[in-house]
């Protein structure tokens, strides 16, 4: 029995790799159940086993990567910032960074725009937004920042390192590459933010 429920969970992240790969390069609309099928080598009855149908895959698909971004976003509130980069600005570089190192999750969690599937997205890019939002109002109150009680702060770091992904997304560049720009962008999002206060 354990080693039936371990060949089943496999086989449930096995559909879903091969599913985002299929969603990311034929679009949600041009696969189905069938076709992952096909794409794994498994009749496309073996997918229900796991998923009722495309729609419930694609949403553990976003979950998953959503889950993913919170966990290495949590990550920068228990370790030291780098030299040279506030806990906002570390924040600000792990979420660029992780948009340039899984550019296909990125474009499936924030920058889809079938109507069929935002329904899917809207509710974890909310919950994707409230952390950003918590972790840095946490960071601005221990820095005792003068704009830490303002309620658009948070929202425009979060649209402005998305600009910053969303233009160099589709170069295909890893974030070594432009690391430096990244940085130099990170630092201009927070020194606004204290020029904002005189």
Same mark, same amino acid.
């Given at each position: 029995m354990a080693r039936r429920a371990v060949e089943q969970e496999l086989s449930r992240e096995r559909i879903m790799d091969a599913a985002r790969h299929l $969603?990311?390069?034929?679009?949600?609309r041009?696969?189905?159940?069938?076709?992952?099928?096909?794409?794994?080598?498994?009749?496309h009855g073996s997918l229900y086993y796991h998923f009722k149908?495309?729609?419930?895959? $694609?949403?553990?698909?976003?979950? #998953? &990567?959503?889950?993913?971004?919170?966990?290495? @976003?949590? #990550?920068?509130t228990k370790r030291p910032p780098s030299e040279g980069l506030?806990?906002?600005?570390?924040?600000?570089?792990?979420?660029?960074? $992780?948009?340039?190192e899984h550019p296909h999750q990125y474009e499936i969690m924030f920058m889809l725009r079938d109507e069929e599937i935002l329904t899917y997205c809207r509710a974890? #890019?909310?919950? @994707?937004? &409230?952390?950003?939002?918590?972790?840095?109002?946490?960071?601005?109150k221990e820095e005792r920042h003068p704009m830490e009680d303002n309620p658009s702060l948070p929202l425009s770091m979060f649209l402005g390192i998305h600009g910053f992904i969303s233009f160099y997304i589709q170069d295909r560049l890893t974030f070594?590459?432009?690391?430096?720009?990244?940085?130099?962008?990170?630092k201009v999002l927070s020194q606004s933010s204290y020029r904002l206060t005189s």
């Open positions: $969603f990311i390069t034929k679009g949600y041009g696969i189905s159940m069938r076709s992952i099928g096909q794409h794994l080598g498994y009749s149908e495309k729609a419930e895959l $694609f949403y553990a698909i976003v979950v #998953q &990567d959503f889950n993913h971004l919170a966990r290495l @976003c949590e #990550q920068v506030t806990k906002v600005e570390q924040l600000m570089l792990e979420f660029i960074k $992780f948009g340039l974890e #890019q909310a919950k @994707c937004f &409230d952390m950003f939002d918590r972790i840095i109002r946490g960071f601005l070594e590459e432009i690391s430096p720009a990244a940085i130099a962008h990170v």
